[in-house]
């Protein structure tokens, strides 16, 4: 096989160099400027170690107090995300005329509120796992669900998420629940609104969109999609309500879809796998899809 020459190399370097040079979005070569995905990523990492911190402290640390050791891992924490907080405000047209100082206690003040709110997210996560506990009877104890079960820890990093949504930090929340979908194959947005006592059952492959609200004692199976009837309208479609609201002790079984903004399934609703829900839902109901005809040949 013939060796590639230096100068093949050369030409196909110049190649791709050149294409960098118009205005395309997938030119931005501003590497300073940009959110570090790697670093958001552990400061999701370290967040876990203080919402949870039986569960996924450092080991190597044992030999410290529980204050020391959470000490270090909160300032770390804090220190971090205020740096990607203030990088990404810089994505924000308002913000475009903002000085360093001015962005970088902006930054400050919403670092700090979210840690505030950890004590209330410990709080609502208390509730996801006694409904995991009592919504399964497969789950031995309530450790085995928070080390191992894939819907708890997409939950988790939604209740994260949804906090810094709420104090209108971009980018970040959306890099925290895109890297638990990519772990877990659960895609929670962000902008959800969703109460307490909230069970995912096996996780994989479930949709709850930006605009879904979901009451509390909701219990949802794999593959069931909240989402929105359709997506032509585009960026015009920005800030209206596209998915639909979920009541409470509502049961929703595999491979279910329910969508539209308008759409609304009443409290105590069981929803039967692979239903297709366009349209509201009374209390109290139960849907199902007509039983499928099997036909077996030897």
């Known amino acids: ?39 958001i990523i552990d400061v999701v990492d370290k967040l876990l170690k203080i919402l949870y911190p039986g569960y996924y402290s450092d080991k190597v640390y044992k030999i410290y107090s529980l204050k ?32 360093e100082q001015e962005l970088d206690e902006k930054a400050r003040v919403m670092t700090l509120a979210f840690m505030k709110k950890i004590p209330y997210i410990r709080e609502i996560l208390e509730t996801d796992i006694e409904a995991a506990y009592e919504g399964d009877p497969a789950a031995s104890c309530k450790d085995e669900i928070i080390l191992s079960y894939p819907g708890l820890f997409a939950i988790t990093v939604y209740r994260i998420a949804h906090e810094l949504h709420l ?3 971009p980018m970040i929340p959306r890099i925290m629940t895109e890297h638990a979908h990519s772990i877990t194959g ?38 069931v999609t909240l989402g929105g009837l359709s997506t032509r309208g585009g960026q015009s479609l920005r800030g209206k309500k596209r998915h639909p ?19 609304v399934v009443g409290d105590g609703v ?22 499928q005809e099997l036909q077996y040949k030897n």
Do not use: W
């Open 68 to 99: 020391n050791n959470m000490s270090a891992t909160i300032e770390d924490v804090i220190f971090h995300l205020k740096k990607q907080i203030m990088i990404v405000m810089k994505y924000c047209e308002e913000q475009s005329d903002v000085s």
């Open 270 to 291: 069981v929803v039967g796998g692979n239903t297709f829900i366009v349209d509201s839902v009374e209390e109290g109901t139960r849907v199902s899809a007509k039983k």
């Open 245 to 263: 609201t979920i009541g409470n002790n509502v049961t929703i079984y595999s491979g279910a879809s329910i969508l539209g903004g308008e759409t």
């Open 186 to 223: 659960v895609d929670i947005h962000p902008g959800a609104t969703i109460g307490r006592y909230f069970f995912i059952d096996h996780g994989t492959g479930i949709v709850i969109g930006e605009t879904t609200v979901i009451g509390e004692h909701v219990k949802i199976y794999q593959g």
């Open 1 to 39: 096989m013939k060796e590639i020459q230096d100068k093949e190399i050369g030409d196909i370097v110049d190649l791709i160099l050149s294409d960098y040079d118009d205005e395309r979005s997938v030119n931005k070569i501003d590497i300073l400027n940009q959110p570090d995905k790697a670093a």
């Open 167 to 169: 104090l209108k930090v």
